[in-house]
């Protein structure tokens, strides 16, 4: 595989990562800014970002969007629709699917990244069915709502078994892009916070026990930027087995790496890093939340691949 990203690909990411910038909360304050989240929401319709598998997307570049909306907080749904979006593709009669209705995923008997969506897809084995989203459900993370699905459903379609292991590929490879944007993100917090908390008249970073751990962050923030790479590029590269191997491992990489990452950034913040105004907790959450949806484990890896 070539790792480098073509200029298309560095355009996308730049254009997501400016949308993220732009629009996501700043702060733990403006997670409560509707005009802020109507913005955002508008600029993410109209950009067409949940519909990237229909517009002939590779796994690479919706990981990179992940992964830039992750670093900014973004906090208007995109993982849910896009994986919808790929599941619809699979299944004959997707613009009549299609037609009606916000989409997303369900997982583990709730409708993920529900905000503003009213209908879910849930993948009973190879049966693709519909239903109704319903009444929101409490949650860890601030930035994406999950809700109850309804129980009236409707078959749509079924899966091929090929078809299936691609779409959970994506899956899998999608959340571990969300991971690494998370760690990225919480990383520039803390690094941005040792240049300027002084103590004893030097900025924090200058001592020596905590650039070590921002140095260990960075590390473990390149390692995931490796195998997450390899995983989006096998989506749609290599046999559908294969490719889901590859995510199940870049998931678990990143999943601890990304945790790590933002314990250590609450650390570095000291006092402030344990306070509900610290961003460093809205991380800590969707990192959570993240590794939850689709959990793998080191002996789930090569599950089901035979």
Not at 22 to 48: C, F, H, I, T, Y
Request: aromatic share 4%; with cysteine.
């Amino acid at each position: 595989m070539d790792v480098r990203l073509t200029s298309e690909q560095r355009q996308l990411r730049d254009a997501a990562a400016r949308l993220a910038d732009e629009l996501g909360p700043g702060s733990v304050a403006e997670l409560d800014d509707v005009n802020r989240r109507q913005r955002l929401e508008k600029a993410v319709d109209a950009a067409g970002w949940r519909a990237l598998r229909s517009d002939g997307a590779s796994g690479v570049e919706v990981a990179l969007v992940a992964e830039e909306f992750a670093r900014g907080l973004v906090d208007v749904a995109f993982l849910g629709p896009v994986l919808a979006d790929d599941l619809h593709r699979a299944v004959e009669g997707r613009r009549t699917i299609g037609a009606e209705g916000r989409w997303t995923i369900g997982a583990d008997g709730r409708a993920v990244d529900a905000d503003g969506r009213d209908r879910v897809l849930l993948l009973d084995d190879r049966r693709l069915r519909a239903a109704a989203v319903g009444a929101r459900l409490p949650g860890a993370d601030l930035t994406r709502a999950s809700a109850e699905i309804g129980t009236a459903t409707e078959l749509l379609g079924e899966l091929s078994p090929d078809q299936r292991t691609r779409w959970q590929a994506l899956a899998v490879t999608t959340t571990t892009a969300d991971l690494l944007g998370a760690a990225r993100g919480t990383h520039r917090l803390a690094v941005d916070y040792a240049k300027v908390r002084a103590q004893y008249g030097y900025p924090i970073g200058t001592y020596q026990a905590v650039a070590h751990l921002l140095a260990e962050s960075l590390a473990l923030i390149e390692g995931s930027i490796s195998v997450l790479r390899y995983a989006a590029w096998s989506v749609d590269e290599l046999p559908p087995a294969e490719a889901l191997r590859a995510a199940r491992i870049a998931k678990v990489y990143t999943a601890r790496a990304a945790r790590t990452v933002c314990e250590t950034s609450i650390q570095v913040h000291g006092g402030i890093g344990n306070t509900w105004e610290c961003l460093a907790h809205v991380y800590l959450r969707r990192v959570l939340t993240s590794t939850e949806l689709f959990a793998t484990r080191l002996e789930d890896i090569d599950r089901g691949l035979s």
